[in-house]
């Protein structure tokens, strides 16, 4: 597995003579995709008032994927590529364990979780692609492995469906005890997928 990340790598990562152009897209990904991802939380939020509830709840998930993620890799300690001499970073990093890598945690798993939500499946498909290209450009811009993204990747797809099987335990027992409110109506819960 180790000689195909390292192949991998050095088939994606820039090298010692980037072109110029896609260093300068790699680079934007690289420091500026997490971001996007957020802006597009923000755009969920204030476009799906009916998915408020769930959202609140996917961004606080991510935040405890953030934590798991750092965790692992600090136990790991998993030197990134720059570290070893592999590649130049091109962007500033810490010397931090790289195995899983965060980014791609929290961002794939963001992506299923709208994915896996169908009023939110229309932003679940650009999130999905801004975690694929994130990652593609940290590996490019050498401060991750292909293993790490991959990682990273299962990690988040683990913790979004997890977050999906909540979802639905909490809705069917919503629903079994009848959730009924003060004129006698059912509610809509706020889990139930939309």
């Known amino acids: 597995m180790n000689a195909l990340n390292l192949a991998l790598f050095q088939w994606i990562t820039a090298g010692s003579q980037p072109t110029p152009w896609v260093l300068a897209v790699a680079r934007s990904f690289a420091l500026w995709g ?11 939020l204030w476009r799906h008032r009916a998915d408020r509830a769930y959202l609140c709840v996917v961004a606080a998930v991510a935040g405890l994927t953030s934590l798991l993620s750092h965790a692992i890799a600090v136990s790991l ?7 070893q ?9 810490a ?19 709208f994915l896996l939500r169908p009023n939110l499946r229309r932003l679940g498909v650009p999130l999905l692609a801004l975690a694929a290209a994130t990652g593609w450009a940290r590996v490019y811009v050498g401060v991750h492995f292909p293993l790490d993204i991959v990682a990273g990747l ?7 469906c997890a977050l999906a ?9 919503a629903m079994r ?4 409110s003060a004129d006698g109506h059912k509610t809509k819960s706020l889990w139930r997928p939309s």
Do not use: D, K, Q
């Open 85 to 93: 001499g592999l590649a130049p970073a091109y962007i500033e990093h």
């Open 34 to 44: 997490s971001w996007l991802c957020a802006g597009l939380i923000v755009v969920a």
């Open 154 to 160: 299962l990690l988040g797809g683990s913790i979004a």
């Open 95 to 113: 010397r931090s364990g790289s195995l899983p890598s965060t980014h791609a945690a929290v961002m794939f798993m963001l992506a299923l979780a």
């Open 177 to 180: 005890s009848g959730h009924a």
């Open 77 to 83: 300690n998993v030197a990134r590529p720059f570290v």
């Open 165 to 173: 099987a909540v979802t639905w335990t909490v809705h069917l027992f």
